[in-house]
Protein backbone atom coordinates (compact mmCIF):
# COMPACT_ATOMS: atom_id res chain seq x y z
CA UNK A 1 0.00 0.00 0.00
CA UNK A 2 1.17 3.50 -1.16
CA UNK A 3 0.04 6.56 0.80
CA UNK A 4 0.39 9.91 -1.08
CA UNK A 5 0.34 13.15 0.29
CA UNK A 6 0.06 16.01 -1.85
CA UNK A 7 0.98 19.87 -0.42
CA UNK A 8 1.46 23.22 -2.28
CA UNK A 9 -1.65 24.27 -3.98
CA UNK A 10 -3.25 28.02 -3.09
CA UNK A 11 -4.16 31.27 -4.67
CA UNK A 12 -2.14 32.58 -7.42
CA UNK A 13 -2.87 35.45 -9.88
CA UNK A 14 -2.13 34.81 -13.52
CA UNK A 15 1.41 34.49 -14.88
CA UNK A 16 2.62 33.17 -11.59
CA UNK A 17 4.21 30.20 -10.44
CA UNK A 18 3.34 27.79 -8.15
CA UNK A 19 4.90 24.50 -6.98
CA UNK A 20 3.40 21.23 -5.54
CA UNK A 21 5.04 18.44 -3.97
CA UNK A 22 3.77 14.90 -3.33
CA UNK A 23 4.95 12.67 -0.30
CA UNK A 24 4.61 8.98 -1.26
CA UNK A 25 5.26 6.42 1.86
CA UNK A 26 4.40 2.62 2.80
CA UNK A 27 6.77 0.99 -0.77
CA UNK A 28 9.22 1.40 -2.56
CA UNK A 29 9.02 4.44 -3.89
CA UNK A 30 11.58 4.22 -6.60
CA UNK A 31 10.29 1.78 -8.45
CA UNK A 32 6.82 3.36 -9.05
CA UNK A 33 5.55 5.88 -12.48
CA UNK A 34 4.24 8.79 -11.08
CA UNK A 35 1.56 11.21 -12.18
CA UNK A 36 -0.67 14.57 -11.84
CA UNK A 37 -3.68 14.64 -13.00
CA UNK A 38 -6.12 17.50 -12.74
CA UNK A 39 -9.54 18.04 -12.46
CA UNK A 40 -11.76 21.13 -12.65
CA UNK A 41 -15.58 21.54 -11.54
CA UNK A 42 -17.64 19.99 -14.09
CA UNK A 43 -14.83 18.84 -15.99
CA UNK A 44 -13.44 14.89 -16.53
CA UNK A 45 -10.15 14.08 -14.77
CA UNK A 46 -7.22 15.24 -16.83
CA UNK A 47 -3.90 14.12 -17.64
CA UNK A 48 -0.79 16.86 -16.40
CA UNK A 49 2.31 14.91 -16.22
CA UNK A 50 4.15 11.92 -15.40
CA UNK A 51 7.38 10.44 -14.69
CA UNK A 52 9.68 7.42 -15.41
CA UNK A 53 10.76 5.57 -12.01
CA UNK A 54 14.54 7.32 -12.10
CA UNK A 55 13.04 10.66 -13.32
CA UNK A 56 14.61 10.11 -16.93
CA UNK A 57 11.89 10.19 -19.02
CA UNK A 58 8.97 12.65 -18.45
CA UNK A 59 5.76 13.24 -20.06
CA UNK A 60 3.16 16.38 -20.25
CA UNK A 61 -0.46 17.46 -21.88
CA UNK A 62 -0.41 19.80 -24.51
CA UNK A 63 -1.73 21.86 -22.52
CA UNK A 64 0.57 22.43 -19.94
CA UNK A 65 4.27 21.84 -21.74
CA UNK A 66 6.92 24.28 -21.72
CA UNK A 67 5.11 25.76 -18.11
CA UNK A 68 4.41 22.80 -16.01
CA UNK A 69 8.21 20.89 -15.24
CA UNK A 70 7.58 17.45 -12.93
CA UNK A 71 10.57 15.73 -11.02
CA UNK A 72 11.21 13.61 -8.40
CA UNK A 73 13.45 12.85 -5.44
CA UNK A 74 13.79 9.49 -4.75
CA UNK A 75 15.95 9.73 -1.74
CA UNK A 76 13.25 11.72 -0.33
CA UNK A 77 10.13 9.40 -1.84
CA UNK A 78 8.56 12.99 -3.13
CA UNK A 79 7.62 14.13 -6.62
CA UNK A 80 7.13 18.10 -7.77
CA UNK A 81 4.98 19.77 -10.35
CA UNK A 82 6.70 23.36 -11.17
CA UNK A 83 4.32 25.44 -12.77
CA UNK A 84 4.88 28.60 -14.35
CA UNK A 85 2.82 30.83 -16.27
CA UNK A 86 -0.31 30.03 -14.78
CA UNK A 87 -3.57 30.34 -16.37
CA UNK A 88 -7.22 31.05 -15.22
CA UNK A 89 -7.49 27.42 -16.92
CA UNK A 90 -5.33 25.62 -15.05
CA UNK A 91 -7.63 25.90 -12.26
CA UNK A 92 -8.27 22.85 -11.07
CA UNK A 93 -8.11 20.44 -7.43
CA UNK A 94 -4.69 18.30 -8.72
CA UNK A 95 -4.16 14.88 -7.48
CA UNK A 96 -0.73 13.00 -7.65
CA UNK A 97 -1.12 8.78 -8.76
CA UNK A 98 1.57 6.25 -8.13
CA UNK A 99 1.80 3.02 -10.65
CA UNK A 100 3.49 -0.04 -9.48
CA UNK A 101 3.16 -1.71 -12.84
CA UNK A 102 4.24 0.72 -14.92
CA UNK A 103 7.51 1.97 -13.76
CA UNK A 104 7.73 3.80 -17.27
CA UNK A 105 5.06 6.15 -16.39
CA UNK A 106 1.81 6.59 -18.02
CA UNK A 107 -0.89 8.94 -19.44
CA UNK A 108 -3.51 6.82 -18.33
CA UNK A 109 -5.63 6.94 -15.06
CA UNK A 110 -6.80 4.34 -15.31
CA UNK A 111 -3.45 2.39 -15.21
CA UNK A 112 -2.43 4.10 -11.56
CA UNK A 113 -3.62 2.17 -8.67
CA UNK A 114 -2.74 4.95 -5.95
CA UNK A 115 -3.91 8.79 -5.33
CA UNK A 116 -3.77 11.25 -3.43
CA UNK A 117 -6.56 13.59 -2.14
CA UNK A 118 -5.54 16.67 -4.04
CA UNK A 119 -4.63 19.75 -3.42
CA UNK A 120 -6.72 22.80 -4.89
CA UNK A 121 -4.88 25.30 -6.94
CA UNK A 122 -6.58 28.64 -8.56
CA UNK A 123 -5.31 31.38 -10.54
CA UNK A 124 -7.42 34.64 -10.87
CA UNK A 125 -7.21 36.61 -14.50
Known amino acids: QVQLVESGGGLVQAGGSLSLSCAAS????????MGWFRQAPGKEHEFVAAINWSGDNTYYADSVKGRFTMSRDNAKDTVYLQMNSLKPEDTAVYYC??????????????????WGRGTQVTVSS
Open 26 to 33: GHTFSSYG
Open 97 to 114: AADGRHPGGSIQATTYQY
